[in-house]
C-alpha cells in the first residue's frame, strides 16, 4: 500500500511533465510552421506584386524593390535573364519549371522555394507566356521591349527572412523559456512538497519522543525501587550462602545485571537530558564478543576489519544496549530453532559498519519505514520503544540505522558509525 502511495504521485507527476512538453513540443513546431506559411505567404505576395509592376511599368517608370527584397528577375525560355532589380543571376536553369502537360498534376513542378544559410528564402516560379498572364490586355501600355518574344517566363525572387526569423527565433525561444519555467516551478513544488511532508513527519516524531521522555521518566523511577531491593536481597543471600561457590557465580551475575539495568536506567535519564551519554573510545569487536557470550541464545561475531582493532566514540552502556536490542529482536523474529544469529564487522572509509542479521520472516514493506517509530510494534506484548532508541543512539552518536530484507529469508539491520579519530 505504501508503495503505491509513493509511486502513484511520481507516476502523475511524470506523466503531467510528459504531457506538457509534448504541448509545448506541439506549440513550437506549430509556430515554426506558422512562420513558414507566413513567410511564403508573404514572398508569394511579393511575387505577385513585383511581377505585376514588371509586366505593367516602363522602364523609367519603375519603382524600388520593396523592403527584404535583394533581387527579382524574370527569365525568358532561354533561361537568360529578361529584366531585373537588385541582385540576381544572369542565367537560370528553366528546364527545372516546365509545367505538366494536360493538366495533370505530377512532373515536374512549377515553383520550387529554396532556404539559404544567410537567412534569405529563394522563390522559382514558372510563369505563363507574356501575353497570357493575367496582364494580356494591359501589356502593351507599358511592357519592356522584346518581353514579347520570349515566350513563357520565369520568376526569380530572393527575400531576406531575418526579420521573421529573428521573430520565429524569439517566439520558440519563449515557448522554451515558459516549458523550463514550468519544469523548474513543478520540481519546486515537488521538493517543497516533499520537505513539508519531512517536516510534518519530523514534528509527530519530536511530539512521539516528548510523550516517550516524559514516559521514561516515570519508568525510571518506577524501576528504581524494585532494582534496589533486588540488589539488597543479592546482598542478603551473598552474606548467607558465601561459601557456595555455584550460589556465588549465580550471584555474581545477579549483581552484574541489576548493576547494568540501575546503570542503564541512569543512562537513559542521562539521554534524555544529555542525548550523546557520555562518549569515550571503545573497541566495538571486543566488547561485542563479551556481550555475546553472556545472552542466551547463540550469536557469531565475524570479524571483517583484519585485525585492525577498529574504535568508536560512543557512550559504552547505549552502545550494548543498542546492540542487545537488535539481537534479541532477530532472536524473537527467527525463533529458537533457527541458525545462531550473525554480526559482521567491517569497515567502511571512516566508518565502523556492523549488520545484524536473523533468518526470521522479514518485515513487511509497508513496515520498512515504521519500525525505528517510537511505540510502533508488531509484537502481541511489545512496547515500541527499543529501536526508536537504537535510532537515537546511531544519530546522537554521528551514524545511522538502517534495515532491509535478506534475499534468503529475514532481515539485516545495520549499524553505521564514525571511526574514532584522536586529537
Known amino acids: 500500500m505504501k508503495q503505491q502511495r509513493f509511486i502513484i504521485p511520481i507516476l502523475t507527476t511524470a506523466v503531467a511533465l510528459i504531457l506538457a512538453l509534448g504541448s509545448f513540443g506541439f506549440l513550437i513546431r506549430q509556430s515554426i510552421r506558422h512562420d513558414r506559411l507566413l513567410v511564403e505567404s508573404e514572398v508569394g505576395k511579393v511575387a505577385s506584386f ?11 517608370d519603375t519603382p524600388p524593390l520593396p523592403d527584404h527584397v535583394r533581387g527579382f528577375a524574370l527569365y525568358g525560355s532561354n533561361g537568360r535573364a529578361v529584366t531585373g532589380r537588385g541582385i540576381y543571376p544572369s542565367e537560370l536553369d528553366t528546364t527545372r519549371f516546365i509545367p505538366p502537360l494536360h493538366g495533370r498534376t505530377s512532373g515536374i513542378p512549377q515553383e520550387r522555394w529554396i532556404r539559404e544559410k544567410q537567412g534569405s528564402l529563394l522563390l522559382l516560379r514558372a510563369l505563363g507566356g507574356a501575353g497570357m498572364n493575367g496582364a494580356g490586355n494591359r501589356q502593351g501600355r507599358g511592357a519592356r521591349a522584346g518581353m514579347q518574344s520570349q515566350g513563357r ?8 527572412t531575418g526579420v521573421f526569423l529573428f521573430q520565429s527565433r524569439a517566439r ?8 523550463l519555467l514550468f519544469i523548474g516551478a513543478s520540481a519546486s513544488s515537488w521538493i517543497f512538497y516533499r520537505r513539508v511532508r519531512s517536516y510534518e513527519r519530523e514534528l509527530e516524531e519530536k511530539k512521539i519522543l516528548t510523550e516517550l521522555g516524559s514516559a521514561a521518566r516515570t519508568l525510571t523511577h518506577e524501576l528504581k525501587n524494585p532494582l534496589a531491593v533486588i540488589s539488597m536481597q543479592e546482598k542478603i543471600l551473598r552474606r548467607q550462602f558465601g561459601k557456595d561457590k555455584d550460589l556465588t557465580a549465580s550471584l555474581d551475575i545477579i549483581g552484574e545485571e541489576t548493576e547494568r539495568i540501575s546503570d542503564m536506567i541512569d543512562r537513559v535519564r542521562l539521554l534524555l537530558k544529555q ?10 569487536v571486543p566488547l561485542l564478543e563479551e556481550r555475546s557470550q553472556r545472552l542466551p541464545f547463540p550469536v557469531t561475531i565475524h570479524d571483517n576489519t583484519q585485525d585492525r582493532s577498529p574504535r568508536i566514540f560512543c557512550d559504552k552502556t547505549l552502545f550494548v544496549s543498542a546492540v542487545e536490542n537488535i539481537l534479541r529482536n532477530g532472536r524473537e523474529a527467527q525463533g529458537s530453532d533457527t541458525p545462531p544469529l550473525s554480526v559482521d564487522v567491517s569497515l567502511l572509509r571512516n566508518s565502523v559498519v556492523i549488520s545484524f542479521a536473523d533468518a526470521g ?10 519500525v525505528f517509530h517510537p511505540f510502533f510494534t508488531t509484537k502481541q506484548n511489545g512496547f515500541g520503544v527499543g529501536l526508536s532508541l ?11 540505522i538502517e534495515c532491509r530484507n535478506r534475499e534468503t529469508g529475514g532481515t539485516i539491520f545495520r549499524l553505521t558509525l564514525p571511526l574514532y579519530q584522536k586529537g
Open 50 to 60: 513585383l511581377t505585376e509592376q514588371m509586366l505593367t511599368s516602363s522602364v523609367s
Open 153 to 160: 517566363l520565369f520568376l526569380y525572387l530572393d527575400y531576406d
Open 172 to 179: 520558440v525561444f519563449l515557448l522554451l523559456f515558459g516549458a
Open 275 to 284: 542525548p550523546k551519554g557520555r562518549p569515550e573510545p571503545i573497541e566495538p
Open 361 to 370: 520472516k522479514g518485515i513487511p514493506y509497508d513496515d520498512k519505514d515504521k
Open 390 to 400: 537504537v535510532k537515537s543512539f546511531a544519530e546522537n552518536a554521528g551514524g545511522s
